[in-house]
């Protein structure tokens, strides 16, 4: 993780900002460490340059488990753009029109999606529950504008009025209170932000 992606994050059981105690760093990326709260003296271990805000990872095992197994299967390449056109169905935006815009991915898997709004020039950070913001940030950590969380959608680590647009496609729905992690990833929105679930399962709102 970049200083930068803390300046970003709170305590998600008080909504504090964080205090960064750095114990490792590779240049600008900070490998190890902690985040503290002073309100409630929780504290948040960073791990291989992720900082964890998920206790476990034993609900989602089945899911780092392919993910971890099928590293870039659904990533774009020069002839294939599936992930960029599943993007844009799903969002009703182009990649191109969240250029310098601070965008959230809800459920990032290995961050297929985060691929191709990064390269389109959009400061992205992804969030996944499972192991797979491991691979997540294996396969991006070449691009300067990705950061990564392991965290739960329905207690996310953020202020409100952060991001300019969220987005979670094909994850709500596995979550066992969609609505709700519907409703917390739209508090992290600034007051024009925009967000767009997807997936087999419908979010009321």
Request: hydrophobic share 40%; with cysteine.
């Amino acid at each position: 993780m970049r200083s930068r992606l803390a300046e970003l994050l709170v305590c998600p059981k008080c909504s504090v900002s964080l205090q960064l105690e750095i114990q490792g760093r590779d240049n600008e990326e900070i490998l190890a460490g902690r985040l503290h709260c002073s309100k409630c003296r929780s504290e948040f271990p960073i791990r291989d340059g992720i900082p964890r805000f998920a206790p476990s990872s034993a609900y989602v095992e089945s899911f780092s488990f392919e993910w971890k197994r099928w590293q870039r299967t659904q990533f774009d390449t020069e002839s294939r753009k599936l992930s960029e056109s599943t993007f844009v169905v799903c969002t009703g935006r182009r990649p191109q029109q969240l250029a310098a815009k601070l965008v959230l991915d809800v459920g990032c898997g290995t961050g297929r999606f985060m691929d191709v709004l990064a390269r389109a020039g959009a400061e992205t950070v992804g969030l996944d529950l499972s192991l797979a913001v491991e691979v997540a940030r294996q396969n991006l950590r070449s691009l300067p504008n990705c950061d990564f969380i392991q965290a739960d959608a329905l207690c996310l680590p953020f202020r409100p009025g952060t991001f300019d647009f969220a987005y979670s496609i094909g994850v709500l729905h596995h979550t066992s209170k969609p609505r709700q992690a519907f409703l917390r990833m739209a508090e992290t929105l600034k007051p024009q932000g925009a967000r767009r679930p997807s997936g087999s399962t419908p979010v009321a709102v």
